[in-house]
């Protein structure tokens, strides 16, 4: 069964930082990778996603996610950041054969931007 | 376009009692499915389907059924409400093609079991 490990359940970052968020995920065959954004008391809204094709991918808001076949890993960046970034992000994962009907995601990771 | 859209937003049970959640989508989406959401755990699979009549389980069925008979509705029922069942609901639908692939989220319901 696939898995998915967001590696930090914080981050910390002051106002025009750079952050990445690091997500792995544990299978070896063909998948579908997501990253989604929760703002508070909201439900969750799509970042961006790898399907195929360039593994550099770019997403709403300015956040980017390169996917990495070889270490399994799909990590999100923003060369900067805004106090409004402050939110949960959720990496996800769909392998091909259920592609479209449901997602595993990882635990979280809490991006706290401050001035 | 409504997209998702997810009743109560808000629910408390007693230790018990059951109750379905309910969602509809008007997007003519084929695949709907439930999570659940707890602090520090991420959004979990409860069940999904892939089309009306068809069903699945996910990774944390049990306590929780469905059923899909048309393409627009797709209920959770709790069965004997427990505390554990505490959470935030999320029911979402998406259509799967090779460039599209995104889920959409209701905006959940939060449900405290006493």
């Known amino acids: 069964a696939q898995s998915v490990t967001q590696l930090d359940s914080q981050v910390p970052v002051f106002e025009e930082a750079p952050v990445e968020l690091r997500c792995n995920y544990s299978s070896s065959v063909s998948v579908y990778l997501f990253w989604y954004v929760q703002y508070p008391n909201q439900g969750l809204q799509l970042l961006l996603k790898?399907?195929?094709?360039?593994?550099l991918v770019k997403g709403i808001n300015g956040f980017e996610a390169e996917f990495n076949k070889s270490q399994t890993s799909f990590h999100l960046r923003k060369p900067s950041v805004h106090i409004s970034d402050t939110a949960e992000y959720f990496c996800a994962v769909s392998d091909r054969e259920q592609a479209g009907t449901a997602l595993i995601f990882g635990k979280g990771t809490t991006l706290s931007v401050s001035s | 376009n409504a997209g998702v859209t997810q009743t109560p937003k808000f629910q408390v049970l007693k230790t018990g009692q059951s109750m379905t959640l309910q969602c509809a989508q008007d997007m003519n989406h084929e695949y709907m499915s439930w999570y659940r959401q707890d602090p520090g755990m991420g959004l979990r699979l409860i069940h999904y389907s892939v089309g009306a009549g068809i069903t699945d389980q996910g990774e944390v069925p049990n306590g929780y059924n469905v059923s899909r008979s048309t393409t627009e509705d797709f209920p959770l029922r709790l069965l004997s409400a427990a505390p554990s069942q505490t959470s935030v609901y999320f029911c979402?639908?998406?259509?799967?093609?090779?460039?599209?692939?995104?889920?959409?989220f209701g905006e959940g319901s939060r449900l405290t079991v006493l």
């Open positions: 979402a639908s998406s259509y799967w093609d090779a460039n599209t692939g995104e889920l959409f």
């Open positions: 790898y399907l195929s094709g360039s593994t």
